[in-house]
Each structure stands twice: as C-alpha cells, then as structure tokens.
T-cell receptor, first 113, second 107 residues
Framework: NAGVTQTPKFQVLKTGQSMTLQCAQD?????MYWYRQDPGMGLRLIYY???????DKGEVPNGYNVSRLNKREFSLRLESAAPSQTSVYFC????????????FGPGTRLTVL | DAKTTQPPSMDCAEGRAANLPCNHS???????VYWYRQIHSQGPQYIIH???NNETNEMASLIITEDRKSSTLILPHATLRDTAVYYC????????FGAGTTVTVRA
C-alpha cells in the first residue's frame, strides 16, 4: 500500500497562475483533509471532506477550492496564486471524521513568485 | 486561541526516557488528547491518543492527569530517530497543530 500520495512534490508558480494539487489514498478511508504549513509553524486546516460527496471549510479556506473526485481522490485548486500561498501543502486521510488517526502524505512544496 | 501549551524545545540523551509535557487547561469533557510528530518536514505521524485513562502503545505512553488539564508523552528509550517536532493536540477531528516542541535527541 502506498498510503497517501501527493503530486507534484515541488512547484513554482507566478502570481496569478492557477494549479491543482492532487491527493490520493489507497486505504479505503472515508475522510480526507488538506493542510498548509508555513515555515516554522504548525499545520493549518484548509478544507476537509468528511465523506465522498461532501466538503467543508477549515481554518484557512480563502483562495482555495477543493474537489472530492471519488472516495480515493481529493484535489486542492489555487485559482489565482498569490505569494502568501507559498507553503508546504499536506493531504491526509482517516477512516472517518471522528477517527483518531490521520495519515499524512509527503507534502507538496509550493513557491509563488 | 491556542488550546495547548508546550515548551518550545527540549533535549534528551539517547537511550533515556523523554518526557514531553502539555498543558490543556480548557479541555472539554469529550475532547481527546492527541500526539503527533513531524520528522524533518515530512508529513506528521500519529503517535498516540487518550481521553481519560493512561495509554501505551509500541511508540510511547500517554499520561493524563486526573483533572485532564495536562498530559505527558513519554518516549521510553529515545533514539536519534526520535528527533522531531512533537505536537500535542486537543480537539475533535479538526486537528489544530500549534508550534509543538522541538525534541533533539543527542548521542
């Protein structure tokens, strides 16, 4: 099992460009999450999907959109990237929304110039 | 509002027990205490969680005070590979990661 995979690993964008970060899990988990981590800080929740077909805002949703494509995949889209969105983005999944354990992917390191 | 308070850093000698404190004085009755760690910018890794009772697994032990206002994560025999940032989290499913404690295990 690969667990949680994320693509791409690294990305550099110019201000105003758009892109989609991909996340997939092979653990048959119901819930998936997107976090961002700025240098020297903890993770902050952007959006989450409690189950297939549902998405909800987290702590810092502005500037992002998400799509729960199916049970396996949860994508994060930046429509018009800004330098403030330079960060490391982590995807995670869990069996259910109240499950104690979230499994994290390796992260995508995004730089917006 | 930060729900937990952790020391910013601590050192530990290899082979010794590492005791990581966490204060969570505003914890509510149905909130669990979770511990995760993050090794060198990798994705966070779940360690352990508990509600009221002390818990132990293959990685660590979690001691929660009777009033649930604080807890301690114990790494029984720290190794160099345990060097990481450790996060104490009190919440429901919306994990809220603070700054954590940077633990450095020294040979």
């Amino acid at each position: 099992n690969a667990g949680v995979t994320q693509t791409p690993k690294f990305q550099v964008l110019k201000t105003g460009q758009s892109m989609t970060l991909q996340c997939a899990q092979d653990m048959n988990h119901n819930s998936m999450y997107w976090y961002r981590q700025d240098p020297g800080m903890g993770l902050r929740l952007i959006y989450y999907s409690a189950s297939e077909g549902t998405t909800d805002k987290g702590e810092v949703p502005n500037g992002y959109n998400v799509s729960r494509l199916n049970k396996r995949e949860f994508s994060l889209r930046l429509e018009s990237a800004a330098p403030s969105q330079t960060s490391v983005y982590f995807c995670a999944s869990s069996e259910g929304i109240s499950a104690p354990t979230q499994y994290f992917g390796p992260g995508t390191r995004l730089t917006v110039l | 509002d930060a729900k937990t308070t952790q020391p910013p850093s601590m050192d530990c000698a290899e082979g010794r027990a590492a005791n990581l404190p966490c204060n969570h004085s505003t914890i509510s009755g149905n909130e669990y205490v979770y511990w995760y760690r993050q090794i060198h910018s990798q994705g966070p890794q779940y360690i352990i969680h508990g509600l009221k009772n002390n818990e132990t697994n293959e990685m660590a032990s979690l001691i929660i005070t009777e009033d649930r206002k604080s807890s301690t994560l114990i790494l029984p025999h720290a190794t160099l590979r345990d060097t990481a940032v450790y996060y104490c989290i009190v919440n429901d499913y919306k994990l809220s990661f603070g700054a954590g404690t940077t633990v450095t295990v020294r040979a």
